[in-house]
């Protein structure tokens, strides 16, 4: 799974990247949360072209009647995103693309869980694959807009942190992922994603843990 990642470019780089007029107010974000905002790149629906726009991380299908309360749907599996009821209209519907810095995962150990920050050389932009949905809150009318994040099984040199990892798009299937009609579950075996051999990552303190330390600090690598 991944259940934090840091979004830290521009947002002039984020609009340059993504072919998309950025508007929104973007800080560097080091230790981003499930239930927070997070900025998405979507096509608009009504207009056409790209948008960047501000949702919720952690998905409200757009058919159920209550909002979850407790543990937030942040990630669904490529394996089966074509298959769950919570996840397939969306998949067929409403995919996006998550501006990243990076992403954390957590290695079992025999004294705890090592946290450990995976990202590209440079700490570079990319994505995350993921789709968007919106709720309309029945208590006051108001739609709510929502995402989460596609997994699938991680690179081999990380497994040994995570067995699972989010979707890494390379640049060259933004458009084919945000505009494609296939709605195929294999269509993961078919998009161009980061290579394996770009990634990096080094294990860092227990700092990001809480979402309180959110400063650059909690990506310095831990000194052994």
């Given at each position: 799974m991944c259940g934090r990642y840091l979004l830290t470019s521009s947002v002039e780089t984020i609009g340059a990247s993504f072919e998309v007029d950025a508007r929104l107010n973007l800080g560097a974000r080091y230790n981003i949360a499930p239930g927070q905002l997070i900025p998405i790149v979507r096509m608009n629906e009504k207009e056409g072209g790209r948008e960047l726009a501000a949702v919720e991380w952690g998905l409200v299908p757009g058919w159920m009647k209550?909002?979850?309360?407790?543990?937030?749907?942040?990630?669904?599996?490529?394996?089966?995103?074509?298959?769950?009821?919570s996840f397939r209209t969306a998949f067929k519907r409403r995919r996006c693309l998550v501006p990243s810095n990076g992403f954390y995962e957590?290695?079992?150990?025999?004294?705890?869980?090592?946290?450990?920050?995976?990202?590209?050389?440079?700490?570079?932009?990319?994505?995350?694959?993921?789709?968007?949905?919106?709720?309309?809150?029945?208590?006051?009318?108001?739609?709510?807009?929502?995402?989460?994040?596609?997994?699938?099984?991680?690179?081999?040199?990380?497994?040994?942190?995570?067995?699972?990892?989010?979707?890494m798009l390379a640049s060259s299937d933004y458009e084919p992922w945000l505009e494609g009609e296939d709605p195929g579950q294999n269509i993961f075996d078919r998009m161009a994603l980061v290579p394996e051999g770009e990634i990096l990552f080094h294990e860092i303190s227990r700092q990001v843990n809480s979402i309180g330390n959110g400063d650059r600090s909690i990506i310095e690598p831990v000194r052994g």
């Open positions: 209550d909002r979850p309360v407790g543990r937030l749907m942040i990630n669904a599996r490529s394996e089966t995103i074509a298959e769950k009821p957590w290695q079992a150990q025999a004294d705890g869980k090592h946290p450990h920050y995976i990202y590209l050389a440079e700490g570079a932009l990319f994505a995350f694959a993921g789709i968007w949905e919106s709720w309309i809150d029945p208590k006051t009318e108001q739609a709510i807009e929502t995402a989460a994040l596609i997994t699938r099984q991680a690179y081999s040199n990380i497994q040994h942190i995570h067995e699972r990892m989010p979707v």
